[in-house]
C-alpha cells in the first residue's frame, strides 16, 4: 500500500487559539495532495482549538479565538472532536464504549441527547449508541436509531460510526433475523449495515446484490463506496490476492476518516486468504498509528 495512506498519522500539529472557558478540539486530516504539490513527506493531522458554530455534511465552521472570521474546513477533513463541554452522561458513556461495555454504554449515549446538545454531537452520541446497540446485540434498535440518522445528510465522522460489520467480529442470529427484516428498507443506510450483517449468512445472494445496488447510487456517493469495500468480503479466498492491489488503491481514496473500518476489513479477508504479510502490514497500520485518539476495536 503506498504510504500515503498514512500520510499526516506520524505527527500531530496544534494550531491553537487563546484559551476560553469551553473549547472544541478538532483533529484533522492534510489535504489531498496535488500533482502540482512539491512535498513528498508526510504531512501531520493538525490540530485546531476554538468553538464549533456548526459541522454538516459539507464543512465544518469553528470559532478560533482572536480570528476575526470564522474558520472553514470541508467535512471530510475532520477526524475527531474532543469537548470541554461534553456532559456528563455522554462522558460516562464514552467510557463504557471504550471498556467495551456496550449494553451498559447504551442508555447514557441516549440520556446525553436529553441536554440538547449541538446537533452535530446529538448525531455523533446517536450513530455511536448504534454502534454500541448492534455490539450488545440490540440490532433493533441500532437500525431504528440509522433510520432516523439517515433522514437528513451526515457528517462523514458520523457515517463513520455507522454499525457496519467489517470483519465478522458481531456473527449473532438476532442481527441477522433484524437484518433480513430491514433489508429493503426506504434509508440506503440501513440497507448497507444490513447488508453487512447478512453477507455472511444464508442470505449471503440478497446481502450482495444489495450492495451492489448501493455502490451505484450516485445520490449517496460516502454509501456507494462503502458499500463497494463491504462487497468484498464475498470474495473467495482463492480471489483475494489478485485484488490486492486495487482494494488498497480505493480504501487510500477514501477520506482518512472513513479508513479505519475498511482496513479492518482487509486485515480480516487477507488472514482468512492466508496472506500473513499483507495483514500484519495493515494491522500494524492500524495498531500504530490509528486514525484518532480512541477508537473500539
Given at each position: 500500500?503506498?504510504?500515503a495512506?498514512?500520510?499526516?498519522?506520524?505527527?500531530?500539529?496544534?494550531?491553537?487559539?487563546?484559551?476560553?472557558?469551553?473549547e472544541?478540539r478538532v483533529?484533522?486530516?492534510?489535504?489531498p495532495t496535488?500533482?502540482?504539490?512539491?512535498?513528498?513527506?508526510a504531512?501531520?493531522?493538525?490540530q485546531?482549538s476554538?468553538?464549533?458554530?456548526q459541522?454538516?455534511?459539507?464543512?465544518?465552521r469553528?470559532?478560533?479565538a482572536?480570528?476575526?472570521?470564522?474558520?472553514l474546513?470541508?467535512?471530510?477533513r475532520?477526524?475527531?472532536?474532543?469537548?470541554?463541554?461534553?456532559?456528563?452522561?455522554?462522558q460516562?458513556?464514552?467510557?463504557?464504549?471504550?471498556?467495551?461495555?456496550?449494553?451498559?454504554?447504551?442508555?447514557?449515549?441516549?440520556?446525553?441527547?436529553?441536554?440538547?446538545p449541538?446537533?452535530?454531537?446529538?448525531?455523533w452520541?446517536?450513530?455511536?449508541a448504534?454502534?454500541?446497540?448492534?455490539?450488545?446485540?440490540?440490532?433493533?434498535?441500532?437500525?431504528?436509531l440509522?433510520?432516523?440518522?439517515?433522514?437528513?445528510?451526515?457528517?462523514p465522522?458520523?457515517?463513520?460510526?455507522?454499525?457496519?460489520?467489517?470483519?465478522?467480529?458481531?456473527?449473532d442470529?438476532?442481527?441477522?433475523?433484524?437484518?433480513?427484516?430491514?433489508?429493503?428498507?426506504?434509508?440506503?443506510?440501513?440497507?448497507?449495515?444490513?447488508?453487512?450483517?447478512?453477507?455472511?449468512?444464508?442470505?449471503?445472494?440478497?446481502?450482495?446484490?444489495?450492495?451492489?445496488k448501493?455502490?451505484?447510487?450516485?445520490?449517496?456517493?460516502?454509501?456507494?463506496?462503502?458499500?463497494?469495500?463491504?462487497?468484498?468480503?464475498?470474495?473467495?479466498?482463492p480471489?483475494?490476492?489478485?485484488?490486492v492491489a486495487?482494494?488498497?488503491?480505493k480504501?487510500?481514496?477514501?477520506?482518512?476518516?472513513l479508513?479505519?473500518?475498511?482496513?479492518?476489513s482487509?486485515?480480516?479477508?487477507?488472514q482468512a486468504?492466508g496472506?500473513?504479510?499483507?495483514?500484519?502490514?495493515?494491522r500494524l497500520?492500524?495498531?500504530l498509528?490509528?486514525?484518532?485518539?480512541?477508537?473500539?476495536?
Open positions: 500500500m503506498k504510504r495512506l498514512i500520510a499526516g498519522l506520524v505527527g500531530v500539529t496544534a494550531l491553537w487559539g487563546a484559551s476560553s472557558p469551553a472544541d483533529w484533522i486530516s492534510p489535504p496535488t500533482a502540482a504539490s512539491s512535498r513528498w513527506f504531512r501531520p493531522i493538525k485546531l476554538g468553538k464549533i458554530a459541522l454538516d455534511d459539507r464543512q465544518l469553528i470559532k478560533v482572536d480570528a476575526p472570521d470564522d474558520t474546513i470541508a467535512a471530510h475532520v477526524l475527531w472532536i474532543e469537548s470541554d463541554d461534553l456532559p456528563a452522561e455522554a460516562k458513556a464514552y467510557g463504557l464504549y471504550n471498556a467495551g461495555k456496550f449494553d451498559q454504554a447504551l442508555r447514557p449515549f441516549l440520556d446525553s441527547l436529553a441536554e440538547h449541538p446537533v452535530w454531537r446529538q448525531q452520541l446517536s450513530m455511536m448504534a454502534d454500541a446497540a448492534w455490539r450488545a446485540k440490540r440490532p433493533t434498535i441500532a437500525l431504528e440509522v433510520s432516523q440518522l439517515d433522514a437528513r445528510p451526515l457528517p465522522i458520523v457515517l463513520s460510526w455507522l454499525p457496519i460489520n467489517w470483519d465478522n467480529s458481531v456473527n442470529r438476532t442481527n441477522e433475523t433484524a437484518a433480513l427484516d430491514k433489508i429493503s428498507a426506504p434509508s440506503a443506510a440501513v440497507r448497507l449495515v444490513a447488508a453487512s450483517w447478512l453477507i455472511q449468512s444464508r442470505q449471503r445472494r440478497q446481502a450482495v446484490e444489495t450492495l451492489q448501493l455502490a451505484l447510487d450516485n445520490q449517496r456517493p460516502i454509501i456507494a463506496r462503502l458499500a463497494e469495500v463491504v462487497s468484498w468480503r464475498a470474495t473467495l479466498p480471489q483475494v490476492a489478485g485484488n486495487n482494494w488498497e488503491q480504501v487510500n481514496a477514501l477520506p482518512l476518516v479508513q479505519t473500518g475498511p482496513l479492518q482487509l486485515v480480516h479477508k487477507y486468504a496472506l500473513k504479510d499483507e495483514a500484519k502490514k495493515l497500520l492500524l495498531e498509528t490509528p486514525v484518532v485518539p480512541k477508537r473500539a476495536q
